[in-house]
């Protein structure tokens, strides 16, 4: 397909113009009127083409200086070109350190946030079982009572036992208060008995 | 997918919310009525099929077509040189995906499907596992091994093919999780006959069973720091192994906790991972974090449907279960994003880290349709690898 196309325009252009465009052109006509010139007849005509000839050449050389000009621009454009492409290659180059420092940067941050919230979960259970201090004090306190209570215990069932000793010798000194009165009945009716038999002996 | 589309029309069954068991001890999925036999089989199945009578389509491309729709991707495992996934259905199909294909800037349609499909068991293949060589597939009873190098070629068999020692011969338990241990060389094997069972990489042998659980595993995890083993199962609990020893070290009763236990949605345990510290698990229980040491529930996120995977990701939890989404948790038990994926829902994600291949550094996640999604930003889902 390109080269059907390269054919084409090849064609139109040869077609348009026999000679080339523009300034090939002005050199083929330059040179026809220079061989004409050379064989002109009077003075005026000769003249008149000498004029024209001089404008078409300097014409020439007019855009002779143009294009060296505009070559060298396009020179001087080039070499900027090649010095902004340098200078952007340069930042491209930077801007991807920064971005790998910074993906660095954002591992090391998504640690850190990790053990934090890590930190607050465990908080978050501890804090539901009470505070160490509280506990001990309460305990103490606890332990303090529990000793009075029982210091209070011994000392009621010290009581008691007193009591229970005291009335453990009253009881028993009422038995043998018992005891030694129902002997005594025992004996004084062994001795009315004695008596009764003694005086029923002596009657007869 | 367009072949059944025009030509056939089914009224899906019921879906079995918290799943349930078809046959024996099995993993709890969401499955719709069973895939139907070669065929004729188009009556069995719990569904209706009508097939229109215009055009009678060959009965191969209605199959596959009921195949597609019947599929579920139970595990997942991406290749030592980070540039291919594995994937395994209930089918026992295992589809190798070229994830630097897919994910280059001239992918096509063709490089979302598999590079190469081959049947590895007879059963679903549940569990896949990666060493640097091997690709390690685990399903009905049996756990083979595949290599890396050889299986983009068609006609790959298996380097090898176990089944670790079961008491009785009569039943076959699937085995559900696998497990490599790199520090012993070892393979722990979990699943349908409530033991976990170690198996040396280099011998074959198996060298121990661990006894303890009631009621079969679903998932593993190693502890890093110290050598040790988290298993969760069915009966609700999750039980750490030391290895060297090989006894029971803690037990803990997940569904005892009334913070994070859902007696409606039963107590068994479906997915665990672990940071050496801390554990995540959920399943029939809410999902929560526990602190190891002190075996406390710090904290539950607070999601109603069941997870099946969760897996820890730099300061995030990752998690994927009933439901099409992949949750994003951070540790304080705030949803920090929930990104919808194409299946309905989810039992697998794996997160491709390896070192050798960072631009293929994607999430992706499969379950209960016949599409892997591939997540490359954890925002937003990019694009489904389909098995077929």
């Known amino acids: 397909m390109g080269a059907v196309t390269d054919d084409e325009v090849i064609r139109k252009r040869l077609l348009i113009d026999g000679d080339g465009a523009g300034d090939d052109r002005r050199i083929n006509l330059l040179v026809k009127s220079f061989i004409k010139w050379c064989n002109a007849g009077s003075q005026e005509e000769g003249y008149s083409q000498y004029q024209r000839m001089l404008s078409t050449l300097s014409q020439c050389e007019f855009s002779m200086g143009k294009t060296l000009l505009v070559y060298d621009m396009n020179l001087r454009e080039m070499e900027n070109y090649e010095k902004i492409y340098k200078d952007i290659e340069n930042s491209i180059a930077g801007a991807h350190e920064k971005i790998a420092e910074c993906k660095k940067q954002i591992l090391q941050a998504k640690r850190i946030r990790k053990n934090r919230q890590e930190y607050d979960a465990l908080a978050k259970v501890i804090q539901h079982h009470p505070d160490r201090h509280e506990t001990l004090k309460e305990l103490d306190a606890l332990g303090k009572e529990l000793q009075h209570l029982s210091h209070i215990k011994e000392n009621v069932e010290d009581k008691l036992e007193l009591r229970r000793k005291q009335f453990h010798v009253l009881l028993s000194t009422i038995h043998e208060l018992q005891q030694t009165l129902e002997n005594d009945e025992k004996l004084s009716e062994v001795e009315e008995a004695q008596e009764a038999s003694m005086e029923t002996e002596m009657k007869p | ?388």
């Open chain 2, 1 to 388: 997918m367009g072949v059944g589309g025009p030509q056939a029309q089914r009224t899906l069954g019921r879906g079995h919310p918290g799943g349930s068991s078809w046959s024996g001890s099995r993993r709890r999925v969401e499955k719709g009525p069973c895939p139907p036999g070669a065929g004729s089989g188009m009556s069995g199945g719990g569904g209706e099929l009508w097939v229109t009578p215009v055009s009678a389509p060959p009965q191969m491309e209605v199959q596959r077509a009921l195949e597609r729709l019947h599929m579920t991707i139970f595990s997942q495992s991406v290749s030592p040189c980070g540039k291919f996934l594995a994937a395994g259905n209930n089918y026992g199909q295992i589809a190798i995906f070229s994830l630097s294909a897919a994910l280059s800037s001239e992918a096509k349609e063709e490089s979302k499907k598999p590079v190469v499909t081959f049947v590895a068991h007879d059963g679903p293949v549940y569990s896949l596992v990666s060493t640097d060589r091997h690709l390690l597939s685990a399903g009905d009873g049996e756990v083979k091994a595949w290599l890396w190098g050889e299986i983009l070629k068609k006609g790959c068999k298996e380097v090898w093919s176990r089944h670790p020692p079961y008491r009785s011969s009569l039943e076959v338990p699937e085995i559900n999780a696998l497990l490599l241990n790199p520090k012993e060389n070892s393979l722990l094997l979990a699943g349908g006959d409530c033991h976990l069972h170690s198996m040396d990489l280099e011998t074959g042998t198996f060298t121990r069973a661990l006894r303890g659980h009631t009621d079969y595993i679903h998932c593993l995890a190693l502890r890093e720091r110290s050598p040790e083993v988290l298993s969760g199962s069915e009966d609700g609990t999750v039980r750490l192994w030391d290895l060297r020893t090989g006894e029971e070290v803690q037990t803990i009763e997940v569904y005892r906790h009334e913070e994070c236990a859902r007696p409606q949605n039963g107590k068994w345990i479906g997915c665990l991972a672990t940071d050496s510290d801390w554990m995540v698990c959920g399943g029939g229980p809410a999902l929560t974090l526990w602190h190891l040491r002190s075996a406390t529930p710090t904290t539950v996120f607070p999601l109603r449907a069941p997870q099946k995977h969760v897996t820890f990701y730099q300061d995030l939890i990752l998690s994927a279960g009933q439901g099409p989404c992949v949750n994003q948790w951070q540790l304080s038990g705030e949803l920090k994003a929930q990104v919808p994926g194409s299946s309905s829902s989810l039992l697998s994600l794996s997160l491709n880290q390896q070192p050798a291949a960072p631009e293929c550094k994607v999430l992706t996640a499969a379950g209960n349709s016949c599409r892997v999604d591939v997540f490359t930003n954890l925002g937003y889902r990019a694009f489904s690898l389909s098995f077929s």
